[in-house]
């Protein structure tokens, strides 16, 4: 493994953005490249880190300063998660699902909430997740059939999500539950402790990669939450739930190009330094042409989704970009990856290098938070209109 950090040249509004990059450099190369290989072969999550990232103020970012957020804009929140990403997948993308988590409350919850909730779950070294998805609701969210049944003050949930990152070790999950009728009306969003009774987590998935990053099923048997707790309306659940999502397809765009970006620096190293025929083999321009390819991919994906997130900071729409910036930029990532593991020939392929654990772990960002698939039905529908059944 290369020891450099990738030295992007980026493009930050402010000095204080820039400050802030260099600490996250700092930290990334100091506390968290260094156990990435050894912690992810053993599935070790690193929890340690995010309190450290909690302490240093980097887990509320994009939130406003009021509640314990960093009033960043997304342009400089994502830069941060590039790279963490590229020093371990595990802590950027995590960072990220805990910011999907705090959108709902942030974004649709009363005052009275975000200043109950917000200061502990955005700096006070809570970690957070999101519970959208269920075994038979995947793409198809609007048919999820967890309940939240009124029970006086309260309501009590009752049903099973999956595929959820921190599942377990999470300390709140935004929860959203059917309340009404069928489809997308019939949605609620709540907040839900992650000690609540009833709540339990299935064992956690084996997977291809991201062995150190929990996902899991969640069982609610039952699960009593306070009205104080419900997200918004009663039947806006859904809503809020695509919003979160816009912003959660931008943060596994971000990821996505820390993962090629770390794996084109190693296939760079190592091109330099690998001898063959008496030269270099970055001399030659097979290989040449391959790194040149690569640099591009992650150019390319690294500009549209900072075009996507510059909308978004100006308030303008941004959900046709978001979906074009996550399948651009996971789509390169899978590529970029692919090409590291050959320019390293035979020893790409072993756990000797990491640009093996880099190309499994890119596989995920293909599929999570709408599969690549979706995207491109998101995009086509913005620009087509919806489909005609």
Known sequence: ??????????????????????LVREIAQREIRPRAAEEEDAGSFPR????????????GLPYAG??????QPYEVYLQVLEELAAARLTVGLGVSVH???????????T?????????AMLGGGLLG????????????????TTKAVRDGEDWLISGTKAWITHGGVADFYTVLARTGVDGPKGITAFLVPGDAEGLTAAVPEKKMGMKGSPTAQLHFDGVRVPDTRRIGEEGQGFTIALAALDAGRLGIAACAIGVAQAALDEALAYALDRKQFGHPIADFQGLRFMLADMATKIEAGRALYLAAARLRDAGK????????AKLFCTDAAMAVTTDAVQVLGGYGY????????????????????????????????HLAGPESR
């Open 111 to 119: 005052k009275e909430q975000q200043g109950a909730h917000l200061p």
């Open 48 to 59: 340690e880190v995010f309190s450290l990232l909690s302490e240093a103020g980097l887990l």
């Open 350 to 381: 072993t756990a000797d290098f990491p640009v093996e654990r880099l190309m499994r772990e890119a596989k995920v960002l293909q599929i999570v938070e709408g599969t690549n698939q979706i995207q491109r039905m998101v995009i086509a529908r």
């Open 66 to 71: 009021e509640f314990g957020g960093g009033d």
């Open 1 to 22: 493994m290369t020891d450099r950090a990738p030295q992007v040249d980026r493009s930050l509004p402010t000095e204080e953005s820039r400050d802030l990059l260099a």
């Open 99 to 109: 910011s999907l988590a705090c959108h709902g409350l942030a974004g649709y919850g």
């Open 129 to 144: 997740a999101y519970c959208l998805s269920e075994p038979s609701s995947g793409s198809d969210a609007a048919s999820l």
């Open 317 to 324: 729409p941004f959900s046709r970009q978001a979906a074009m």
